[in-house]
């Protein structure tokens, strides 16, 4: 099946007083329909305005983006209208209408495409109870909290039924448990709406917590691309690298490796760890067969979309070469770093 939304050769630059600047460089990506994707970068990556060109609010200076089967530019205005309403959208500010109800700021897409107000009802009755917000559809925006705002932001841009749901920095303006709550939701959206999810971040937790894959943009470039296991388990970019050690702490950084060499004599070894558990069969047979020691230092084990991850470093303390056959072994079953 072709992907739900694909771009290709894809640049965009922007003339500036001060020159030309190009916000997206040469991008090639694929998003599937029915999985959560998450585009990171830090600011001015060039998240925003990879979300203007799969919108149609913005066009590519070169290369094509595809959505849903159409290319954005060069469609009618009446398939960029029925494009549109496949697309639905949510913010860090939420842009909810401030004078109008919960009620009214769900009702508005339908009232525009023209659904008749008795469907309108049931329809803002459906939505507000998938989003658990029943009981205040008469309230005002400015009677909620940021997560119910964005809540009703939400139950507003699923209210035509959409096929993809891009939520730009959607939790970046809300406390840690209101993020939850609402990356919750997104993921139900996904599961029990079938709807494809875009969420726009620079927060490493949230696409921890929810994407199946992940695509890292560098001032412009799109530097890796893959599931979220895969690109944070094993980071080839400095951006990623810097993502993965925000949640990821167990790999020791510059400064602890200078505390630890100051406590320990031995070798310092960092190894990753995943769900096949191999570092306890080796060390134990390092230490039944040569006269080594070890001394776990620092690290831990975490959960990365339901599999173990992390990193254990070691102080091996022993005779040189059966450190070295020690780190073979490992080296063998296991990403290993010697700390020189
Ligand atoms: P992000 O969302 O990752 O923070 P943006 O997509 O907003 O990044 O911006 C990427 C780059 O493009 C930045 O250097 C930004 O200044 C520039 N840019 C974005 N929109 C415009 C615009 N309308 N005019 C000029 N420069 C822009």
Redesign the pocket.
């Known amino acids: 099946m072709a992907p739900l939304i694909a771009l290709r050769e894809v640049s965009k630059s922007?003339t500036?007083r001060s020159g030309t600047?190009t916000?997206l460089d040469s991008i090639d990506l694929d998003i599937e329909a029915g999985e959560i994707f998450a585009i990171i970068?830090h600011?001015?990556?060039?998240?925003?305005?990879l979300v203007r060109l799969i919108n149609g609010l913005e066009h590519a200076t070169s290369g094509t983006v595809t959505v849903d089967g159409v290319v954005i530019g060069e469609q009618s205005e009446r398939e960029m209208r029925r494009l549109r309403s496949r697309i639905g959208m949510i913010f860090q500010q939420f842009h909810l209408f401030r004078s109008r109800t919960v009620y009214g700021n769900v009702a508005y897409p339908l009232k525009l495409a023209g659904l008749p107000r008795e469907r309108q009802r049931d329809r803002v009755a459906e939505l507000l109870a998938f989003v658990g917000l029943t009981d205040k559809a008469w309230a005002r925006p400015d009677q909620l909290s940021g997560g119910q705002k964005q809540r009703v932001a939400i139950a507003r841009a699923l209210a035509n039924d959409p096929a993809i749901l891009l939520a730009d920095e959607s939790t970046s303006a809300l406390d840690p448990e209101t993020t939850r709550d609402v990356l919750r939701l997104l993921r139900r959206v996904n599961a029990e709406l079938g709807v494809t999810v875009v969420v726009v971040t620079h927060e490493m937790d949230v696409v921890r917590s929810i994407a199946d894959r992940v695509a890292v943009?560098e001032a412009?470039r799109l530097v890796e691309v893959g599931t979220v296991f895969d690109v944070f388990s094993a980071p080839r970019t400095e951006t990623s690298r810097r993502f993965a050690a925000t949640v990821l702490r167990n790999r020791p950084g510059a400064d602890d490796l200078t505390r630890l060499r100051k406590r320990h004599d031995g070798t310092l070894v960092s190894v990753t760890v995943d769900d096949d558990d191999v570092l306890g069969p080796v060390l134990t047979e390092a230490v039944r067969e040569h006269d080594l020691r070890f001394e776990i230092v620092h690290g831990g084990i975490d959960t990365l979309q339901g599999r173990s991850f992390g990193s254990v470093t070691l102080a091996l303390t022993g005779a040189e070469r059966d450190i070295e056959t020690t780190v073979d072994r490992l080296r063998a079953v296991a990403p290993v770093e010697v700390h020189a």
Do not use: I, P, R, Y
């Open positions: 922007f500036a600047v916000a970068g600011s001015g990556a060039g998240k925003s305005t943009l412009g």
